[in-house]
């Protein structure tokens, strides 16, 4: 019994090696069939060709992209090279404004901002500038400076006289009223200071 279960075993293994022959004979016939038809190369050219135009189109569009942004970097530069033109304008324009209204423009509010205009171009005269070129160095109108030169003039003679004008009056007004005030003794010693250049040498109306 032992000796027949051998001999089944062993035509079993004998089997099983004549299929795994026969199978592996049919794949490399297989193997054969294919390298001799070719049939893996016209795959792969396609592969390699759609692999190609796939890479052709992205680097198409990723120059495309770059250009674009490009451009808009010069287009963002452009605008702002512009709005730095305005705003650097706009500055100077500003700068000069407050000049003109830190003491140099024609614009005063007060007795002291008379005063100060008034003495500003006195200074100048007294250094020898003549009339019109002191009023261009100061930066102020030779008429503003004369509509108003009445309560400078008294200010600097006799300040007391001021005293008396109480009330709400423009500059225009109470510089009528001190001009008005300016008579007698106190128009004499106005002209003298004039002639001695401590006052500006505006010509005196007569009453």
């Known amino acids: 019994m032992l000796q027949s279960r051998v001999n089944e075993l062993e035509e079993e293994n004998d089997f099983l090696k004549r299929q795994l022959e026969e199978k592996s004979a049919q794949e490399q016939g297989m193997d054969l069939e294919i390298m001799d038809t070719g049939g893996g190369e016209p795959q792969a050219m396609t592969l390699d060709s759609s692999t190609d135009t796939t890479t052709d189109s992205s680097t198409d569009s990723s120059s495309s992209s770059i250009s674009d942004s490009s451009d808009e970097e010069k287009k963002k530069k452009k605008r702002k090279k512009k709005n730095g033109k305005k705003k650097s304008k706009k500055r100077k324009k500003d700068n000069k404004m407050v000049k003109r209204s830190n003491g140099k423009g024609e614009r005063v509010a007060s007795i002291a901002d008379v005063v100060k205009r008034y003495q500003r171009v006195l200074k100048l005269v007294q250094r020898g500038f003549r009339m019109t070129a002191a009023f261009k160095k100061a930066c102020v109108s030779r008429n503003a400076v004369k509509d108003t030169a009445a309560i400078a003039e008294i200010y600097m003679v006799d300040k007391s006289v001021l005293e008396q004008f109480k009330g709400k009056y423009t500059l225009l007004q109470l510089a009528q009223l001190c001009q008005k005030k300016i008579v ?14 401590q006052l500006i040498p505006f010509s005196v109306k007569k009453h």
């Open 184 to 197: 007698g003794e106190l128009a004499e010693k106005i002209i003298e200071m004039k002639n001695n250049k």
